[in-house]
């Protein structure tokens, strides 16, 4: 089930990035530069205000989990409308002071033409207006999600988010500018929303209105504070060190560092969704009492997790200096490789902590997260500054992968036999040794061919094929078990009939 769910949970985001990837020269064509980079910018400045969301979303699924396995419909509609009150609210003062102050950031942040003002302006308003049922229709989306049932939340979020991408293509290419781009994916969103609506009620949840208990919506803020807190604190290092070399280093050196940096980010971002489905059900089974289960779903998702960010990881390192030569230029090879190697290497142990996080919550221990995040924040802040003022990017990265191996180790070494239920002596034996040492291997097979193989697409190609391979082999063999694999085969038949006749 496991499994199902993780693989469902990746197709929700992979499909419309794809889609996103391969519409970007549409929309360049249909809008222009400045056009297309208006809508970016538009969307960014919205999508800023979502800092105002406490993470209520994350102690919504936990607490819904827990009183769907204990079968306590009170508290359930409870914890629902309670979160629903708080996204309406919170979308309706976000639109509205995004419509009252949309002239001031157009004339202060946005330096457009004026022949693209009125349109923007416009277009602004509507995504302003766009904002409060885009945040109920994420809400919407934890009741699925909490139950277990991420075949139908993923199912919808590739749909609807294939069809937003579209429609904003097609409304730029018909020449409705920047406001009718906006307009699309306000309706998609719109669509999305009733469809969400439809959905929870298929469900047959008992969900009629309820006034939230001091108890209910007190233990959910609780919950709720420290998940944003961490969050937050995440937000703090993943942008910083940005500001930081392009204020020490100038935009050349950023733009080197960035370049490699989302890539390997970007990447690994769609393994977390894998990660992510184990959250509602560590809740679960914390509310009836399953320890042993709970344990030994903790160690067969950490096997494979940690195999997996291991080749996703690796697939990037090998093959990290032929793609920086096709996608954007030799320019980037000399120094954005090596930089490209050190932060693949922060983020893999940086990857190491996102399942003990996700169990540490599960099992109502945000604050201990919390603590770590904030402390990892903030050391790495004061690291990349330091190693950006000394050694520029190569300094800079240095310093992430410095912190993320100092901040990792001391995470795992504190949580595991406290709130994660497997000893750190376990986790190692059973989980991360097995796990990297097979993935090694198979890339180390592969190392020869990237020496050999010119810097070219075809060499890109054959690269990133055999060595794919070559990991997806190992995987099967040696970290798969019988019962993953019959799984694996059920669920590839199910999405893709044709491959059963």
């Known amino acids: 089930m496991l499994l199902r769910n993780s693989l469902w949970h990746l197709s929700g985001s992979a499909l419309p990035a794809l889609v996103a990837l391969a519409t970007v020269p549409l929309m360049i064509r249909g809008l222009g530069l400045e056009g297309f980079g208006v809508v970016m910018l538009i969307t960014s400045v919205v ?100 139950l277990q049932r991420f075949d139908r939340s993923a199912s919808g979020e590739a749909f609807f988010g294939v069809i937003a991408n579209l429609a904003s293509a097609a409304a730029a290419l018909q020449g409705a500018g920047i406001s009718g781009v906006l307009s699309a994916r306000v309706i998609v969103s719109l669509l999305n929303l009733l469809w969400l609506i439809w959905l929870i009620r298929q469900l047959a949840m008992p969900l009629a209105p309820a006034l939230p208990r001091p108890e209910v919506w007190r233990s959910l803020a609780h919950f709720s504070a420290y998940s944003w807190l961490s969050r937050t604190a995440s937000m703090l290092h993943q942008y910083a060190d940005k500001l930081i070399v392009g204020a020490l280093a100038g935009p050349v050196a950023l733009a080197l560092y960035t370049v490699p940096s989302q890539l390997a980010t970007r990447i690994l971002g769609l393994t977390y969704r894998l990660s992510a489905v184990i959250y509602p059900r560590v809740s679960a089974l914390a509310a009836t009492g399953e320890q042993q289960q709970l344990r030994s779903l903790y160690l067969d998702a950490t096997r494979i997790l940690t195999f997996l960010n291991c080749a996703v990881l690796g697939m990037i390192a090998i093959t990290g200096e032929h793609f920086l030569a096709e996608w ?47 402390a990892r924040g903030l050391l790495g802040v004061g690291m990349v500054w330091l190693g950006t003022s000394s050694f520029g990017i190569m300094g800079a990265a240095s310093a992430h992968l410095l912190c993320s191996f100092v901040m990792t180790c001391l995470f795992l070494a504190y949580v595991h036999g406290r709130t994660v239920p497997s000893s750190l002596q376990e986790t190692l034996r059973q989980c991360w040794v097995p796990a990297i040492t097979v993935c090694a291997g198979a890339l180390l097979l592969m190392l020869p061919l990237q020496w050999s193989l010119p810097l070219s697409l075809t060499g890109l190609l054959w690269l990133a094929l055999l060595s794919g391979s070559s990991l997806l082999l190992a995987g099967w063999l040696f970290i798969a078990r019988v019962e993953e694999r019959t799984e694996l085969r059920l669920f590839t038949r199910r999405l893709l009939p044709r491959v059963s006749r």
Not at 340 to 352: E, H, R, V, Y
Not at 360 to 365: S, Y
Request: proline residues 3%.
């Open 328 to 374: 954007v230029g030799m320019e980037f090879v000399t120094l954005g490789y090596p930089v490209l190697l050190l932060i693949t290497a922060g983020l893999l142990m940086d990857s190491l902590t996102t399942l003990p996080s996700l169990v540490n919550d599960g099992l109502g221990h945000p604050k201990i997260s919390g603590r770590f995040a904030i």
């Open 47 to 146: 999508g800023y205000f979502g800092v105002l969301d406490v993470n209520l979303s994350a102690g919504s699924i936990k607490f819904l989990a827990e009183h769907h396995a204990r079968q306590d419909h009170r508290r359930f509609a409870e914890t629902f409308w309670f979160g629903v009150g708080f996204y309406v609210l919170l979308g309706v003062l976000v639109s509205a002071l995004l419509l009252l102050f949309a002239d001031s950031l157009l004339e202060h942040f946005f330096k457009v033409s004026s022949d693209v003002r009125h349109d923007a302006l416009l277009g602004l308003h509507i995504a302003a207006l766009g904002f409060a049922p885009l945040q109920l229709q994420n809400y919407l989306l934890v009741v699925p999600q909490a």
